[in-house]
């Protein structure tokens, strides 16, 4: 993530906003937390094709920045440990996944 100037206007727009996400996702409360994790397709799911990664990332930026979410997500579910099987590299998941556009989330990416 590329860091950002706060004498910059545009940077500080973007930080506040990356503020609000944060105090926004800390004051989830637990049935809204649960649901986000489930509907991220993690916990029904092993195939990385069917996650919704808007969801995971913002679930990454948010709730889980909450130290006692991230222990709730750890204990209580499997969401966590497929999200971290799937990115290790002994696992081959992530790392065998071909570079095509299909695979990007974000359609304005650029592919050389």
């Not at 004051?27 to 937390?33: P, T, V």
């Not at 991220?40 to 990454?60: A, M, P, Q």
Request: proline fraction near 5%.
């Amino acid at each position: 993530m590329p860091r950002l100037n706060r004498h910059d206007p545009l940077d500080r727009g973007q930080m506040l906003i990356q503020q609000a996400k944060l105090r926004q996702g800390l004051a989830l409360d637990d049935r809204q937390f649960i649901q986000m994790i489930n509907d991220s397709g993690i916990i029904l799911n092993r195939d990385h094709t069917k996650w919704n990664y808007e969801l995971i990332v913002d679930l990454l930026e948010g709730p889980l920045m909450n130290p006692r979410r991230l222990d709730e997500a750890i204990k209580a579910t499997k969401f966590v440990r497929r999200l971290f099987a799937f990115f290790h590299p002994l696992n081959g998941r992530f790392s065998l996944v071909r570079r095509s556009r299909v695979n990007y989330a974000c359609p304005t990416l650029q592919l050389d």
